[in-house]
């Protein structure tokens, strides 16, 4: 089975930071690979998917990149509405749909 | 408006079992859909995933012999069968909307609000 490791699992920025969240794979996953925000209570949201396409209506401040093993999520300057906790996925239909365990990203 | 409203969530005993449904609105029903739980202050875990067709059908380890996925197209409506249900099956579950990105290959595009499931002596 493919593992999907996120670092940092907490992350403390301020409003205007540049931040970057991590993703690597256990085996290569070409670029079949989401990210999603998932705020306190509520449903998970798309972000990006094929590692670095922007979902129709993200902020453009939300950029992803890489393929094989190694990923980012990138928030070019945090806005308030951004303090959340960040998901990546990996998405087969035929071994699976696994997700990172999640980097939570907090206010300093 | 895409719409995916989840129910049939509940409190059950272990071995007990429960059947979710997923009704859908707001697209053509025919997208591949999925079922992904996240147990009380824990991450994101797939579970199962259907094509559109309904003739593909996917199981994580963890569920797979346990749990069935169907949909009925003709109702918009989206089904999780639970059978020998555990402690750790306590979750809120979310149905989602897949979105092709390849062959066999769909991010979630469009999520429920959940749908909370205890499994509970």
């Known amino acids: 089975d493919i593992q999907m490791t996120q670092s940092p699992s907490t992350l403390s920025a301020s409003v205007g930071d540049r931040v970057i969240i991590t993703c690597r794979a256990s085996?290569?996953?070409?670029?079949?690979l989401a990210w999603y925000q998932q705020k306190p209570g509520k449903a998970p949201k798309i972000l990006i998917y094929q590692a670095s396409s922007l979902e129709s209506g993200v902020p453009s401040r939300f950029s992803g990149s890489g393929s094989g093993t190694e990923f980012t999520l990138t928030i070019s300057s945090l806005q308030p509405d951004d303090f959340a906790t960040y998901y990546c996925q990996h998405y087969n239909s035929y071994s699976g749909y696994t997700f990172g365990q999640g980097t939570k990203l907090e206010i300093k | 408006e895409v719409q995916l409203l989840e129910s049939g969530g509940g409190v059950v005993q272990p071995g007990g079992s429960l059947r979710l449904s997923c009704a859908a609105s707001?697209?053509?029903?025919?997208?591949?859909m999925s079922w992904v739980r996240q147990a009380p202050g824990k991450g994101l875990q797939w579970v199962s995933g259907i094509s559109g067709s309904g003739g593909s059908t996917y199981y994580a380890d963890s569920v797979k012999g346990r749990f069935t996925i169907s949909r009925d197209n003709s109702k918009n409506t989206l089904y999780l069968q639970m059978n020998s249900l555990r402690a750790e099956d306590t979750a809120v579950y979310y149905c989602a909307k897949g979105t092709i990105s390849g062959p066999g290959r769909y991010y979630f595009d469009y999520w429920g609000q959940g749908t909370l499931v205890s499994v509970s002596s």
């Open positions: 085996q290569s996953i070409s670029t079949w």
């Open positions: 707001g697209f053509t029903f025919n997208y591949a």
